[in-house]
């Protein structure tokens, strides 16, 4: 059984963690088929986002398989952790737009991969939170620098510390997600936001994304100097004098990723 569910359509990859019966908990061989399905989004370059979802209704994801953990040695279980910080990390260094489609429970890891995106749309009410702590671990996966990159210091803290449960509205209020939407309407409102994305330049986007994930992590003048190699990189492009004939022209742009 694949546990890693990957179809394209429309320019868009979607990419479904399929373990329902285990809450689309992560276990070893899910975190490498994921891998292998980031590692290929990374060099299609026909795709433009990614939604990142978990099948059925009840749970995005719970994060780490603890069945599977407790019969772990213990480097089985660094292991474990070291892929799933490896493949969180590889998600977000995606050269494409990232959305996490939040249907249900995202706890722990499945907390981890939302933050891990640029965007994340939730259904209403839907729980959420890093709770490792209650487990005596920690979030291992990029909860404790991605959070409070997110909320700040003193707020992630709090979050982490206490292993607290919110719900998307809490979320939303606290900047983690973008948008709260009734059930029904989540894949439509995340592709919304894809189609929003994609009439633009893709390698502008791309440069963009570069730039803000970049310049992030540094101060002012070393973010600007990260903005003008970004910049650069788009002048020679076809697309950018498609855009100039298209307005010369009065008509939509064309771009082609060139």
């Not at 026909?46 to 069945?67: N, Q, R």
Request: hydrophobic letters at 45%; charged letters at 25%; glycine letters at 8%.
């Amino acid at each position: 059984m694949e546990t890693v569910l990957f179809k394209k359509e429309n320019n868009i990859a979607y990419v479904t963690i399929n373990r329902e019966e285990a809450l689309n908990c992560f276990n070893y061989e899910t975190l490498h088929q994921l891998q292998q399905v980031t590692d290929a989004i990374h060099l299609d370059a026909e795709m433009k986002v990614v939604i990142f979802t978990g099948a059925g209704e009840k749970a995005f994801s719970a994060g780490a398989d603890l069945k599977e953990r407790k019969n772990l040695s213990e480097t089985e279980v660094r292991r474990n952790v070291k892929a799933i910080r490896d493949v969180f990390t590889s998600i977000a260094e995606l050269p494409q737009p990232t959305i996490a489609a939040v249907n249900g429970y995202a706890f722990g890891g499945g907390f981890e991969l939302m933050i891990a995106c640029d965007f994340s749309i939730a259904i209403e009410g839907v729980k959420m939170g890093l709770t490792e702590t209650s487990w005596a671990i920690i979030p291992g996966a990029g909860g404790t620098q991605r959070l409070p990159r997110l909320v700040g210091e003193m707020k992630a803290k709090e979050l982490i510390f206490t292993a607290k449960k919110f719900t998307a509205e809490e979320a939303l209020d606290l900047g983690i997600v973008l948008q709260v939407v009734e059930t029904g309407k989540l894949l439509a409102t995340c592709e919304q936001l894809a189609t929003a994305m994609m009439k633009n330049g893709p390698i502008a986007i791309k440069q963009a994304k570069h730039a803000i994930t970049q310049g992030m992590n540094t101060d002012l003048h070393t973010g600007l100097a990260i903005e003008s190699k970004a910049y650069e990189v788009i002048i020679p492009t076809e697309d950018r004098m498609e855009a100039l004939h298209a307005f010369n022209e009065k008509r939509s742009p064309e771009f082609k990723g060139k």
